[in-house]
């Protein structure tokens, strides 16, 4: 029977008949002419179904032609499972690959291909994706197979060169330096000369940039690159090069117009370049010309010129230095010339010099000759009182300075008796009274005041002597009293004798100086004292200052206690004290408070604790002014950027601060009313957010996150894309999750290029919706490295899920506006929300109630 059913089923397949034929074959146990009938007539089903029954060497060749039916017939998952049976995971891998269902062909090929097969998948489907201009797709797979070298290559053919210097800069860092060196090579040739400096600036190399803008005559540039990065110093050169490129009065006149020609003319001089140095000045600033004339002289001196330095320090008008120049080469008959000829007045410096060297090698009357010429005797004198040589000391002081003869006997014999060094104060005060005595009483006052602090600590003994000074000034040199008054003053102050500098003043009615002195010594009695009695006009300004010393010695108390109320606030502030300078502006009423208050948040603010500035301004209170709204929108912003934290009240201190504002604003009618109200309604939501993930109410989160989305120039449009995303990631609403992350991504790497605001991003997407088109970016992300990778791959995940659609469901988008406004209405009103979820109008009424 076997065998006839065989045969009856070779007699149908010959008449055209397989589909007839199958059963007999499979009757005869003739399997595999059953699996040639059943696919002639196209009977796949039956044709698996029968395969399945063969051994393993048998089936083989049929389980690739059963795989391509079923690819072609769209069963991709039966189509996947005989490829793999055929032992071509290959097949299957390029299968899914065609129909984009890359999610499953990368479980494919990492469950039945070797890595070096993986690789090679992955690197082809990438040169799709960037013949596509996919190119973030693309260097995601590169990089997945560590490969990104070709992602790096990639960028840099389509001259996308930051995409390639991040690349560099993550996995070639080495190559950064030298990378960017190539490009800013390559730019410049191309003529791209502003991305190009930055290149070359970013290799530490703006040498180069400026050289590129000389080259290319562009000099502005090359200055403006010069300063920038290498100083001042740095662009007078460039300076200079430009000045002397164009020559002369034209190189002058454009370095004129540009505010450069003192600094080409400095450099010129630097360098040693003085001719053109001159001519510079000659054309522009003539008033430089002694400068360049005294610097000349300086180099010629350092050459060792020294006649033609005395020339050109004469034309500096600077006779004095080419006496110093000659003085210090000892070549003392020029030195003496040059003063007798341009500076007389310096004419008993170079005796004074000269005879001191003859000092040092011991001829003491060749050096007593130059002390006598240059009229200074007592030069001559201290000469021999160091060399121990009294009698010519005493010699000399008879012939030209008699009033000094008693004193120095004096000290001749207080030497003689051993007491070296040390003068007694009969010895001080013996030439004042031999002087008073002979009725010199100019000349014993200069004896009085020659006795000084250097030469006795006696302070008791000097303010004796200097009294007699002014008593003679007093009784018998009334010409020369202010002038002996204000010098013994001056000392007594110095000897930290205050009061009796003071009365010394007032002895000559000078109460300003007598009030600045007791002032200076802290006698604040005595100085308003005399003020208030003899000098009015100033008792105002000693109170002033006398308030200003408590200030700032930290006696706010005394302050307080003398009735100073307002300035002991002050002082409180001024040392920090900002708990006792709040309780005290408290008594004085909710004006100073408001004021001290806002001192103390500004503070807070300069430290960016804005938290705490705001704590402040919620407990004691808001004002309205311009500066003071600036100040609470800046707060407002720092703090909605950063998210709310967890706790009973999240946000409360900002949250009550903006409802303290915004009850200020409508009392006073201020147009700023609606604008931060806004920013009170965004707060609230936001904090009503966190209360929602506490009550683990993920839907009324979901609703939350995406209603703030209406307020992105509020808040940071990365952050609120963000967390909008996943919220409905967390509900596995998969569709609005790639779009709003997906939206996150383009304006994070929007933020990464530094762009101001969204002007550069396509949106399609959100067209015709609530959610704003035209936004601020932030200045920084809101997410760090490793966050954002999580994202991207997250969505490039949901890209490769055939189930997820990739555009927006606008339709649910304006059910949760519309939800969200009924809500704001029935909490304002104090109902309830028709139409919306009772759990969210419960969180946000909770959420508002915690405030006012």
């Not at 097949?91 to 065609?98: F, G, I, N, P, Q």
């Not at 009170?680 to 993930?693: C, R």
Request: contains cysteine.
């Amino acid at each position: 029977v076997v065998e006839l059913e065989e045969l009856w089923g070779d007699f149908l397949v010959s008449r055209k008949n397989p589909d007839a034929a199958v059963n007999h074959y499979t009757e005869a146990g003739a399997y595999i002419k059953a699996i040639d009938a059943a696919i002639a007539c196209r009977q796949w089903a039956k044709a698996a179904q029968i395969v399945e029954t063969l051994p393993g060497n048998e089936a083989k060749p049929y389980y690739n032609k059963i795989a391509k039916h079923f690819e072609g017939a769209r069963a991709f998952e039966e189509a996947e499972r005989f490829y793999l049976r055929a032992g071509q995971p290959q097949d299957a891998v390029e299968m899914y690959a065609r129909i984009n269902k890359w999610e499953k062909a990368h479980r494919v090929a990492t469950e039945h291909m070797t890595q070096a097969e993986v690789a090679m998948l992955y690197i082809t489907q990438a040169h799709r994706l960037e013949s596509s201009g996919k190119y973030k797709e693309a260097e995601r797979l590169y990089v997945m197979v560590s490969e990104p070298d070709l992602a790096i290559n990639m960028y840099k053919k389509a001259r996308r060169y930051e995409d390639m210097i991040r690349l560099v800069t993550s996995y070639r860092k080495d190559l950064l330096t030298e990378t960017h060196l190539h490009l800013a090579q390559q730019l410049e040739t191309e003529g791209s000369f502003k991305l190009a400096e930055k290149h070359y600036v970013e290799a530490s190399d703006w040498g180069s940039a400026v050289n590129m803008y000389r080259a290319n005559d562009l000099w502005d540039d090359a200055i403006r690159v010069a300063k920038l990065h290498g100083g001042v110093n740095a662009s007078k050169k460039v300076a200079y090069a430009w000045a002397t490129s164009l020559g002369g009065e034209a190189g002058a006149k454009l370095l004129t117009k540009f505010g450069l020609i003192d600094e080409a003319i400095e450099y010129a001089m630097e360098i040693g370049a003085f001719e053109q140095a001159f001519s510079l000045a000659l054309a522009s600033r003539k008033e430089k010309l002694p400068e360049v004339h005294l610097k000349y002289a300086m180099y010629l001196e350092d050459e060792g010129r020294f006649e033609q330095a005395e020339k050109e320090f004469i034309k500096a008008d600077k006779p004095k230095e080419a006496i110093d120049m000659y003085t210090h080469q000892q070549d003392w008959a020029n030195a003496l010339r040059v003063a007798e000829t341009s500076d007389p007045a310096s004419v008993p410096d170079v005796l004074v010099a000269q005879a001191k060297v003859f000092v040092d090698r011991s001829e003491f009357t060749k050096a007593e000759a130059l002390h006598i010429r240059a009229k200074k005797p007592e030069l001559a004198v201290k000469m021999y009182k160091d060399a121990l040589r009294w009698n010519d000391a005493i010699r000399i002081a008879r012939e030209f300075l008699p009033h000094r003869v008693n004193e120095l006997m004096a000290q001749h014999q207080a030497y003689i008796n051993g007491e070296r060094g040390v003068e007694s104060d009969d010895v001080l005060i013996a030439p004042g009274r031999a002087l008073e005595d002979a009725r010199e009483f100019s000349k014993a006052i200069d004896a009085y005041l020659a006795v000084t602090s250097d030469r006795t600590k006696n302070a008791d003994f000097l303010e004796e002597v200097w009294e007699n000074a002014v008593k003679l000034a007093m009784n018998h040199v009334p010409e020369r009293i202010p002038e002996v008054v204000s010098t013994v003053s001056r000392r007594l102050v110095d000897i930290n004798r205050h009061a009796q500098a003071a009365e010394m003043y007032e002895g000559i009615d000078a109460h300003r100086e007598a009030i600045d002195v007791y002032v200076a010594g802290g006698m604040w009695d005595k100085a308003k004292a005399l003020a208030r009695a003899s000098a009015p006009q100033y008792l105002k300004q000693v109170e002033e200052q006398y308030k200003r010393y408590m200030i700032e010695s930290g006696e706010s108390t005394m302050l307080v206690q003398e009735g100073n109320v307002a300035e002991g606030i002050e002082a409180y502030a001024q040392q920090g004290d900002w708990e006792r300078c709040l309780q005290l502006a408290q008594e004085q009423g909710p004006q100073m408070l408001v004021k001290y208050a806002t001192l103390h948040g500004a503070n807070r603010i300069g430290q960016s604790d804005f938290a705490g500035a705001a704590a402040i301004f919620a407990e004691h209170g808001t004002a309205v002014t311009t500066a003071n709204l600036n100040m609470y929108r800046r707060v407002a912003q720092e703090l909605l950027a950063g998210g709310a934290e967890g706790g009973r009240a999240p946000l409360l201190p900002l949250r009550t601060m903006l409802h303290r504002v915004v009850t200020g604003l409508q009392q006073s009618g201020a147009e700023q009313g609606e604008e931060f109200d806004k920013l009170l309604w965004i707060a609230h939501l936001s904090a009503a957010m966190v209360i929602a993930d506490d009550r683990s109410a993920a839907e009324s989160k979901k609703t939350l996150a995406i209603s703030l989305l209406r307020y992105l120039h509020e808040l940071p449009a990365d952050k609120a894309f963000y967390e909008a995303g996943m919220a409905c990631k967390a509900l596995n609403e998969l569709n609005m999750a790639f779009v709003l992350l997906n939206r996150y991504l383009d304006i994070s790497e929007a933020i990464e290029d530094n762009e101001p605001n969204s002007s550069s991003l396509d949106n399609s997407d959100f067209a015709n919706t609530q959610i704003p088109y035209d936004f601020p970016l932030p200045g920084k992300q809101y997410l760090d490295d490793g966050e954002r990778e999580q994202v991207r791959d997250y969505v490039l995940e949901l890209s490769m899920n055939a189930s997820v659609q990739q555009s927006l469901n606008k339709d649910e988008l304006e059910i949760v506006m519309r939800e969200m406004d009924q809500i704001r209405e029935a909490v304002q009103r104090g109902g309830r929300a028709a139409g919306g979820s009772d759990e969210l109008f419960q969180i946000v009424r909770d959420t508002v109630a915690q405030v006012g």
